[in-house]
């Protein structure tokens, strides 16, 4: 008579969990840039107007797949009547967060006097950026869930 112990199934275990690391990084990209696309729409759509600041959006994918980010264009640069050159990440943040805005210098007969028109201290933000975040885990969900299920049949050995 004698005592044993039955690894095998352990050792399919082990098996499966290897191969699920090997793939989980690569599924893990493809799930971000199935997200990345309908992030950057779904900001363009809240930007709204007549397209040149949503136009400056776009996806960056992070350099090994481990996140995904909607931003606006590095590098770009926008250019007012008078001259001044903004960067559009700049203005993209003005008009996301909102910007303070003062009344203009105009002369009098003792030189320049500050004469505001303007009757608000600030122009309120629009917060496209932050209504994002806030439905990403909706948007995310379904794809959590297929990469959950993607590891849940990697485990048991369905791979």
């Not at 770009?76 to 050159?85: H, L």
């Not at 210098?105 to 122009?123: E, L, M, S, W």
């Not at 806030?134 to 990697?154: C, H, K, Q, T, Y």
Request: hydrophobic content about 35%.
């Amino acid at each position: 008579m004698s005592v044993e112990i039955d690894t095998s199934g352990l050792d399919r275990l082990v098996e499966s969990w290897d191969r699920l690391v090997k793939q989980f990084p690569e599924e893990k990209r493809k799930m971000l840039e199935r997200l990345g696309p309908r992030m950057l729409e779904l900001i363009r759509q809240n930007i709204g107007g007549g397209g040149t600041v949503a136009g400056w959006q776009e996806m960056y994918m992070g350099s090994r797949g481990g996140y995904v980010a909607v931003r606006p264009r590095a590098k770009q640069y926008k250019r007012t009547k008078g001259g001044k050159e903004y960067a559009v990440g700049y203005v993209t943040n003005a008009i996301e967060r909102g910007h303070r805005h003062g009344g203009r210098r105009v002369p009098d007969h003792k030189g320049y006097k500050y004469r505001g028109r303007i009757t608000t201290p600030a122009v309120p933000g629009r917060w496209f950026y932050a209504a994002a975040r806030r439905e990403l885990p909706n948007m995310a969900e379904s794809e959590i869930r297929r990469l959950l299920d993607l590891i849940v049949d990697g485990l048991e050995g369905r791979m």
